[in-house]
């Protein structure tokens, strides 16, 4: 028996590579793949090789990318963090076969597990299992930045996940993935108004088909549109917190021009590229700005172990429950089998194709 495994030989290169599948020993037990969702950001910027850690080394002891060191190598041979598995064998004590489980091993059709050193999260009965790919990791990277916000309110006295958003003015700039279900979390959580504000039509019609507010700003300055619209006192206007999704310096220029005064923007992007977009000297110093990242790594200091990824993979469940019908309509744009993804992962790479959530089905 064998599994099959997406791999990056090099820069521009997808294939699926063959590898034998081993039996699990005490203590452990293997899944069989059903869904493995795409993350475009991440995946494709070692497609492209645009990925910082393909240039400079991580010290993961002084918390800095260095040059000089050995960067991470091609082939890169474990993708994504969005899987679906299904318990086909087990040697777990309380984790019977056919369990559905939300994990993130990477884009592979079986994988031999330990729960020593894999993390796993059993799906509700009832749930989607096609929505299962947002459970173990995209799910929480979106949950923590609210905790991020609500941190920033209400700094280690945080209560539930809404404390940052609660009857608050949101803003959200990008309308990917990580943006929409941000947003979404914002309005289950009692926002008082979100808007995403994206540049592209077709995601803006997934934003509203999801019920979300949404602005095009390359018609009107949506800057001047909110702070009109969102009054606060004399001379503060804007919105209470932006949630800051799209990889672009100019996109994270626009959340700090949404902002009031002494608000602050959660970072939830990946930039791979420069910043000259950015302009610190306007909005970020004379309004006295913030800039927060919300980094999935870890949970705002002084919150764990309250709040770890346990809790955080349980309130996107809670999410799925009140929601899932349509994130399921409208985020997931493709389901291709598993063989089609090095066409996919390059046509993505490439901009020959363009896919919101893509899910490879094994």
Not at 211 to 232: F, I, M, N
Request: aromatic letters at 6%; one cysteine or more.
């Amino acid at each position: 028996m064998t599994d099959r495994v997406v791999v990056i030989p090099a820069p521009g290169e997808v294939a699926v590579r063959h590898e034998e599948a081993a039996a699990p020993g005490a203590g452990q037990f293997r899944v069989r793949t059903r869904y493995s969702g795409v993350s475009a950001g991440t995946e494709l910027s070692y497609v492209k090789g645009s990925n910082p850690y393909l240039r400079v080394a991580w010290d993961a002891g002084l918390g800095l990318f260095r040059p000089g060191g050995l960067p991470t190598p091609y082939p890169v041979d474990r993708l994504g963090y969005m899987q679906v598995g299904q318990v086909c064998e087990s040697r777990f004590a309380g984790l019977a076969e056919g369990t559905m489980l939300a994990m993130a091993y990477g884009h592979r059709t079986g994988y031999l597990a330990d729960p020593l050193r894999d993390r796993f999260v059993p799906l509700p009965d009832g749930l989607d299992p096609v929505l299962g790919i947002y459970v173990a990791h995209m799910g929480p990277i979106c949950a923590n930045g609210l905790l991020h916000a609500a941190a920033d309110l209400h700094g280690t006295d945080v209560r539930t996940l809404g404390d940052g958003v609660r009857g608050r003015r949101v803003a959200v700039t990008g309308a990917g993935v990580v943006a929409l279900l941000t947003a979404l979390f914002a309005t289950h959580h009692g926002a008082a108004s979100v808007v995403v504000v994206d540049p592209t039509p077709r995601r803006r019609a997934v934003a509203a088909a999801l019920g979300l507010d949404t602005l095009d700003p390359t018609t009107e300055d949506p800057a001047v549109l909110l702070k009109s619209r969102w009054p606060h006192a004399p001379g503060d206007r804007g919105a209470d917190v932006v949630f800051q999704c799209r990889g672009q310096a100019g996109a994270l220029h626009l959340a700090l021009r949404l902002l009031r005064p002494q608000g602050t923007v959660i970072d939830l992007a990946f930039y791979q590229a420069g910043a000259d977009e950015l302009r610190l000297g306007e909005e970020f110093h004379h309004n006295g700005l913030a800039v927060r990242c919300a980094q999935i790594g870890r949970v705002p200091r002084g919150l764990a172990p309250t709040w770890d990824r346990e809790r955080l993979s349980a309130e996107t469940i809670d999410l799925l429950a009140a929601y899932g019908e349509l994130i399921r309509a409208n985020l997931v744009s493709t389901i291709v089998p598993f063989d089609e993804a090095p066409a996919l992962l390059t046509e993505l790479a490439a901009g020959r194709r363009h896919e919101l959530q893509a899910v490879l089905a094994c």
